[in-house]
């Protein structure tokens, strides 16, 4: 089962100070700062995912890339834009439209031509053809209860089979390098089997199951045993978007070959409890935000509800506790009672983590953790504070859920 992960632009700076919260002065992105296969011990991925609409922007929003980073990209190619080339197992680049980007929209924004010039233009292994979400799905309760299927989704649907028609036959007739992947989408398993059906006449033998984030574990596998009926003996799924551990194995049973997903690497900073993986289990973040950059704590200052120098005073001896602690000079009560102080004053809403913050302080996870960033940083990778840290933190997530994801289809096989 390959994971690509999904690029957006996540990097980490390796020389940043953060005692001083400062990058060096002659910082250049681009060439400085490194990835996640770049600063963990173990690729955490088989390969990336590159949208469209990350590079080049689309609609009314504009591309995360610099102007620099996007010449160069097209320059030099996805491969040597993310230090692929010349590792000792070959990394594939997959490139999509970015569909989230223009769900709202009445049809996808670019053409065939800019498409297929995008995955050429940077040297893509792999390319999806564009398509159109249809976010909704029928479980039998909804049937039930007399709910019907919305003549837009059937317009979606029979739009995205379209351009995938269209789209395969031009990358033959261009000949182009990179494997071609369709999207089937549907609102149930039987309007998905359909769909599948239909890439398969195309001629597709890759096949992204898309719109299935939001959808529970059983029926993402309702879905799947559907669409493995009909599926032919060369036909491999991707999953788009979807994480399910657990599940991988009777997954890839019905035929799924690979999966994106930014969740292990998002938790870290997104979640409000599950910031840190270990194998067995998650720890929250140790959060210290900055007074400086937290529009809270910095509207509450302004209005005059906050002593600014008491607010810092809190965050500074929180940093120091810690760091104390992880140099075996501090206890887990000195450690606690730091983080709850701070939190009294950046806590809006009266949530006490003391009890959370114990639980990861007694486990100390970074500690014992070999990935190649928590050797390096120590605790700062436990810390909830900007992106440099909170970054670190998802890297290590990808490296754990990788593990987390061997260790499952070994124990199935």
Not at 27 to 35: S, T, W
Not at 152 to 166: C, F, N, P, S
Not at 370 to 378: A, N, Q, R, W, Y
Request: with cysteine; proline share 4%; aromatic share 10%.
């Amino acid at each position: 089962m390959k994971f690509f992960f999904p690029d957006s632009q996540d990097q980490i700076s390796p020389f940043f100070n953060f005692d001083a919260e400062e990058h060096p002065v002659h910082r250049v992105r681009q060439r400085d700062d490194r990835y996640a296969h770049e600063v963990l011990r173990r690729t955490p991925y088989n390969g990336m995912l590159v949208s469209k609409a990350i590079v080049d922007g689309v609609m009314d929003r504009g591309s995360k890339f610099t102007e620099a980073q996007r010449g160069r990209i097209y320059r030099t190619g996805a491969h040597d834009f993310y230090r692929l080339k010349n590792r000792r197992h070959h990394l594939e680049i997959m490139g999509d439209c970015g569909a989230f980007a223009y769900v709202d929209e009445e049809e996808p924004p670019y053409s065939l031509d800019e498409v297929i010039g995008f995955y050429e233009g940077v040297g893509l292994d792999l390319g999806v053809s564009m398509d159109h979400i249809v976010f909704a799905y029928l479980t039998e309760a909804h049937k039930k209860k007399g709910l019907e299927v919305d003549p837009d989704w059937v317009r979606r649907q029979e739009l995205t089979i379209d351009i995938a028609g269209r789209f395969f036959k031009e990358v033959r007739t261009q000949r182009c390098g990179f494997a071609p992947i369709a999207v089937a989408h549907g609102w149930s398993p039987e309007s998905y089997q359909k769909a599948v059906k239909e890439l398969q006449k195309i001629g597709y033998k890759q096949i992204a199951m898309g719109g299935m984030v939001p959808l529970r574990t059983k029926d993402v596998t309702d879905v799947l045993r559907a669409v493995a009926e009909v599926r032919r003996a060369s036909t491999e799924f991707h999953l788009l978007g979807v994480t399910r551990t657990s599940s991988m194995p009777e997954f890839k049973s019905l035929g799924v070959t690979s999966f994106d997903s930014t969740s292990p690497f998002r938790q870290a900073f997104m979640d409000d409890t599950d910031n840190y993986y270990s194998l067995e289990t998650t720890y929250v973040a140790l959060r210290v935000p900055q007074t400086d950059g937290n529009p809270a704590l910095k509207r509450r200052i302004k209005a005059g509800e906050l002593d600014q120098m008491v607010a810092i005073k809190a965050e500074r001896n929180c940093l120091k506790v810690l760091r104390a602690f992880d140099h075996d000079k501090a206890t887990i009560d000195k450690a606690v009672s730091a983080l709850r102080s701070y939190e009294k004053i950046y806590e809006t809403k009266g949530r006490d983590r003391s009890d959370s913050y114990r639980r990861t302080l007694t486990a100390a996870p970074w500690k014992s953790c070999k990935c190649g960033i928590c050797e390096d940083v120590g605790i700062e990778v436990m810390i909830f504070r900007g992106a440099e840290r909170n970054k670190r933190r998802g890297f290590h997530n990808l490296a754990i859920f990788k593990r987390r994801l061997d260790r499952t289809f070994r124990t199935h096989s």
